[in-house]
């Protein structure tokens, strides 16, 4: 028996075609939506600091083999960030992520590499130069076709946003316009961008936070402290603060029953050198000593100006209603996963906003049926136009009126 009009409708909440979905780009991705989706995840902070370290130096090491230049390897890193947001570790493996964001990297920033040549020199870099093979080998074949699958999966990932952001060209002016040695302070603030991208923090901030982040610590591991930038000087120019540059160590928050330690950039930069120093290019080149001390001091500088911990945040609401989970359970009514299709919905518009096209897509109606287009949109006033135009249309009117109607006499 097929299914009626009445039956999708009943289903869907609405009568007619699908409505469609629109997932907006969001070219920021905050430290709450960040421990909310790794949770979703359920990967340990161990393990995940594993993978994106590895994933980031898989990317490195081929830019450099390939000879791309800065702006792809800050594209690829982003884009292998945004994947693992919203696809479980146990379904790829970190190596085909990494390649694959690169591989989208390339297309993005015009420097355009073929998927067999980047497998070929990834290949070529596991063995010995006798071993050495060209790009047109049979063995290719199959995994080429992998990357160019995952390549969709990372556009989907970014919600087709191809906007950038590059510090290096920002910090250099930096350095110059502060007067800073360009051979020792310059040269340490450029290896720190790159390293900047092995953690979260070019997804939440601004080209002009992280450049500024790289030219105080590069200053004050070189003892050339920049008073300016410390005093947070001019950064209203730059549309930034010194919240967001150094943030709060010693603040912790409590969200759906955990707590988590989230940070800003300079703690990022500090946290990666003092824990993960051997896959760094700067951390191995100071002791460990230099790192804590510098991260005393900030702490005292955030206690006495009294900074948060991290920005732009929101305050969940309790999900108890006020009364506390009974003592050794969970509270299972939990924010909804973000990597189940099935959990989230978000095309009436009063959903929590996701980060994949999986979720995107809401609910499935019924098997065999066609779900709800996903369409992808930049200008989030665009999306809330259409959306009210599209309402209109969808609107369901009833009218109530009263008829009068002769009833017929009983014959006797």
């Not at 499935?364 to 709800?372: N, T």
Request: hydrophobic fraction near 35%.
């Amino acid at each position: 028996m097929a299914f009626t009009q009445s039956d999708i409708a009943a289903e869907n909440g609405h009568v007619g075609p699908h409505p469609s979905y629109i997932q907006l780009a969001k070219p920021y991705i905050f430290e709450q939506k960040l421990q909310e989706c790794m949770a979703a995840t359920g990967v340990t902070e161990a393990k995940e600091d594993n993978i994106r370290l590895q994933g980031v130096a898989w990317i490195d090491s081929l830019r450099k083999a390939l000879h791309l230049p800065v702006r792809t390897f800050n594209t690829a890193c982003v884009y292998y960030h945004r994947f693992r947001l919203v696809h479980v570790d146990t379904e790829y493996g970190f190596m085909d992520a990494a390649t694959a964001a690169l591989f989208t990297a390339c297309k993005i920033e015009d420097t355009l590499k073929k998927s067999r040549e980047i497998l070929c020199a990834a290949y070529n870099q596991k063995v010995t130069s006798a071993e050495h093979v060209s790009q047109d080998d049979p063995m290719f074949d199959n995994p080429s076709k992998a990357i160019v699958g995952l390549e969709r999966l990372m556009l989907e990932a970014s919600g087709f946003d191809y906007r950038s952001r590059y510090p290096q060209k920002l910090l250099l002016k930096l350095s110059k316009y502060y007067h800073l040695d360009r051979d020792t302070v310059g040269k340490t603030a450029y290896n720190m961008s790159l390293d900047l991208y092995r953690t979260f923090a070019p997804l939440k901030q601004t080209t002009s936070t992280m450049a500024i982040a790289c030219v105080e610590l590069a200053g004050r591991l070189h003892e050339r402290n920049v008073q300016e930038l410390e005093a947070g000087k001019g950064f209203k120019k730059w549309r930034t603060s010194r919240a967001e540059v150094m943030g709060r160590y010693r603040l912790k928050i409590t969200w759906n029953g955990s707590t988590y330690k989230p940070a800003e950039t300079l703690l990022d930069l500090l946290d990666l050198y003092t824990h993960h120093r051997n896959h760094t290019t700067v951390g191995q080149e100071y002791p460990i000593e230099t790192f804590i001390a510098i991260r005393i001091t900030l702490n005292q500088e955030a206690s006495a100006n009294d900074y948060p911990r991290y920005t732009n945040s929101v305050k969940k609401r309790s999900l108890t209603n006020g009364t506390k989970a009974a003592n050794g359970t969970k509270d299972t009514r939990s924010a909804k996963s973000p990597l189940s299709p099935q959990d989230t919905l978000v095309s009436d518009g009063k959903s929590s906003v996701t980060l994949s096209p999986e979720a995107a897509a809401g609910a499935r109606v019924r098997a065999g049926l066609k779900e709800g287009t996903v369409r992808f949109m930049l200008d989030p006033e665009r999306a809330r136009d259409e959306k009210k135009i599209v309402a209109e249309y969808f609107k369901v009117e009833e009218e109530e009126y009263e008829v009068e109607v002769e009833r017929e006499k009983r014959r006797g």
